[in-house]
């Protein structure tokens, strides 16, 4: 197969999983911003997640002042742990997540072995894409209007 046949194959499916994980982001109780994430490996999603509370607690993610409470996981928080419940392995997958991760999931995500992110939207930092870069993970930002 032609190297820009492929690229193009590729990039035909980080749209598609992108729009899935936006999709999957409808999932979440936040009302701030909703966030979906799918970890995908040998082109099988192997785990979701979208930001929300922990299991057990009640599906509110502001208090009365809109202020997300430090207890509600990140979509790729979310995705991670919930992989590392099954039998599957994270070990060289591609993480598809709406907005781009902040530090404390990009943590996350090198220490779960993923080799791929694909994202959407920034996060309001960038020291999450900076870090990623840093432990040689491939970072893609996607438009989705292409």
Not at 58 to 83: G, M, Q, S, W
Not at 91 to 98: D, K
């Amino acid at each position: 197969m032609e190297s820009t046949q492929k690229e193009n194959k590729q990039f035909l499916l980080d749209q598609r999983y992108l729009k899935m994980a936006l999709i999957w982001a409808q999932n979440s109780y936040c009302k701030r911003r909703q966030v979906g994430a799918l970890l995908v490996k040998d082109k099988m999603i192997i785990s979701d997640g979208y930001n929300g509370t922990p299991s057990g607690f009640v599906n509110n993610c502001e208090d009365e002042n809109n202020r997300t409470f430090p207890y509600v996981l990140h979509a790729e928080a979310n995705a991670i742990t919930k992989v590392a419940k099954s039998n599957n392995s994270s070990e060289g997958a591609t993480l598809y997540v709406t907005s781009s991760p902040c530090m404390e999931c990009s943590k996350l995500i090198i220490q779960a072995g993923i080799t791929r992110v694909v994202f959407y939207d920034n996060y309001h930092l960038a020291d999450g894409i900076d870090l990623l870069k840093k432990a040689n993970i491939e970072v893609i930002q996607v438009d989705l209007n292409d």
